[in-house]
């Protein structure tokens, strides 16, 4: 009786060790499960993403815990810090854990020659989650904009030092959800670029160098020749982006002209630029002539053979056919130059042209496209495009009703902005002979929220180095403008594109899985204590 209750006793014993590891191996698996799929995303020139179906086998993901809301601090890392790897297919499965951990966590998909995909999770409990696409990005057309074009030297008399330096910007921008970006990837968060610079003159001279540039970032490259000849020279930078998440490299070029006199060893260069006449054809003979230049101590521009002074924009009768209207800037170091040819083609002219006699008195159209570029927690950085009118002079700047520039240009950035506050930019136009467009056209954006352990200097987080020059050197710098070899690129050049926007999912629903599991581990727990009731009985 004594071994067959032990028989029975150890019976018992095995069936409840048996369903205590059921239930342990139930509650282990108490985590959240993921399937993420792989595909190709391109990026235009406007920024845009432009997402495929195509797929991207053998990408990586790394995870991180973040310890605050944007993810610029981590403290831990999921998976016990692996990589985890797709294999030869485009879907991986990922495991978060039951209880979340401090602010959810940061997710970094990533391969060799893609831009990386950011993904900001907090899923937590258990089940399965929604299915997700990672887009592994490279973008269609990478330029890399020369900001400003720097002209140092020393020396004495016919021989000179020159130094070379210029401003150039990376050619995307980093708009994902999360502002960390592990040392492990860092070098997927840049673009590689050439920088040449060349002298042409008395003495030809090339030298290039190879820059890194994180996204959203900038850097100051430099050229250092030695001992130059007295003469004119032609100076010209390149920019070139050579890296593999670029489909193609635009290359940018802006030029100036140096001249180094025997007895000088100070150069201030003049600039010239044609505002009107433009490139096109005109159905008017009587065309508005706008130059802007720089540095200068006399203007002139020469149609048909005549050097005709200019002091402001006037109004020019000219003659049908093909016309080539040259400008000239002076001072006494030197002389530029360049040109524009256009055509005039009044035998379909039906209209009066308001223009003539300069009785203009109709406003220009308005900027159109008026979008935010970037922003920060002190500046918001805004874009626009320009009327086409021959006589558009002015964007006339308004930043919460009040006026704060009048400007040319395409774009403005505000700064010193206080962070988590919005503002509205108002733009109207205005010509060349004072007509202003009252139409309003406004773009509302709010700055960033500081981070919560940012304590000093929190506003200028964002914010890029100021540009610096050798204080041992006089220096000069140069607003560049096009010649009429590259008419699409003016100076300063400034181009920022965001990169995509990252979707995240954070959708809660209701987990039956759970109910589920609950009313198995209860059943269990019943079913075991009827098995031993019974077992104890037949003892």
Not at 203 to 230: C, Q, T, W
Not at 383 to 404: E, L, R
Not at 532 to 538: E, N, Q, S
Request: aromatic content about 10%; overall charge negative.
């Amino acid at each position: 009786m004594v071994e067959k209750a032990d028989y029975k006793m150890k019976k018992t014993n095995l069936i409840i060790g048996i369903f205590v590891l059921i239930f342990l191996a139930v509650l282990v698996s108490a985590d959240v499960n993921q399937l993420q799929r792989g595909f190709y995303s391109s990026i235009s020139d406007n920024g845009t993403a432009v997402r495929t179906t195509n797929p991207v086998n053998d990408f990586n993901v790394i995870g991180f815990v973040c310890a605050n809301e944007d993810c610029s601090i981590v403290n831990g890392t999921l998976w016990n810090g692996n990589v985890l790897n797709s294999g030869s297919n485009n879907e991986l499965t990922l495991t978060y854990p039951e209880v979340l951990l401090q602010k959810g966590y940061g997710l970094f998909f990533y391969k060799e020659g893609y831009i990386p995909y950011e993904y900001r999770a907090d899923w937590r409990g258990n089940g399965q989650a929604d299915n997700n696409n990672v887009f592994l990005s490279k973008k269609e057309n990478c330029q890399v904009p020369i900001n400003d074009l720097m002209i140092s030297h020393y020396g004495d008399k016919i021989l000179v030092n020159a130094t070379l330096s210029s401003d150039v910007s990376s050619a995307v921008s980093h708009a994902g959800p999360l502002n960390y970006v592990p040392d492990s990837i860092a070098h997927l968060y840049s673009i590689d670029a050439d920088v040449t610079f060349k002298l042409n003159g008395p003495e030809n001279a090339e030298m290039s160098d190879n820059v890194n540039l994180p996204f959203s970032e900038h850097k100051r490259v430099y050229a250092e020749f030695g001992i130059i000849k007295a003469g004119q020279y032609n100076i010209s930078v390149t920019s070139n982006a050579n890296d593999v998440k670029c489909v193609n490299s635009i290359p940018l070029t802006v030029y100036s002209n140096l001249l180094i006199e025997d007895n000088r060893t100070n150069v201030t260069l003049p600039t010239i630029s044609i505002l009107s006449p433009e490139a096109k054809t005109y159905n008017t003979r009587n065309i508005l002539v706008n130059l802007r230049s720089t540095n200068a101590t006399s203007v002139f521009y020469n149609w048909i053979g005549v050097n005709v002074s200019y002091t402001s924009p006037q109004y020019v009768t000219f003659n049908e056919g093909s016309n080539t209207l040259t400008a000239y800037a002076v001072n006494d170091v030197t002389t530029a130059h360049t040109s524009v040819t256009f055509n005039v083609d009044t035998s379909q002219n039906n209209q009066t042209n308001n223009q003539t006699n300069g009785s203009d008195t109709t406003p220009p159209a308005s900027v159109t496209n008026l979008h935010l570029i970037s922003r920060g927690t002190s500046y918001l950085n805004w874009g626009w495009t320009n009327p086409s009118d021959s006589d558009f002079s002015q964007a006339i700047i308004y930043i919460n009703g009040i006026n704060v520039l009048n400007t040319s240009n395409n774009y403005y950035n505000a700064i010193n902005l206080q962070p988590n506050s919005t503002y509205t930019i108002t733009i109207r136009t205005k010509d060349l002979t004072g007509n202003v467009n009252t139409t309003l056209v406004s773009n509302t954006a709010t700055t960033l929220s500081l981070p919560s352990n940012c304590t000093t200097n929190c506003n200028n987080v964002t914010e890029p180095d100021e540009k610096k020059s050798d204080g041992d050197k006089k220096s000069k710098r140069l607003v560049l403008e096009p010649y009429e070899e590259n008419e699409s690129i003016a100076g300063p050049i400034f181009l920022e594109e965001n990169v995509i926007s990252l979707e995240k999912s954070k959708q809660k629903v209701f987990d039956w899985s759970l109910v589920i599991l609950i009313l198995f581990v209860l059943g269990s727990i019943l079913l075991l204590i009827l098995i031993i009731i019974l077992l104890m009985g037949r003892r």
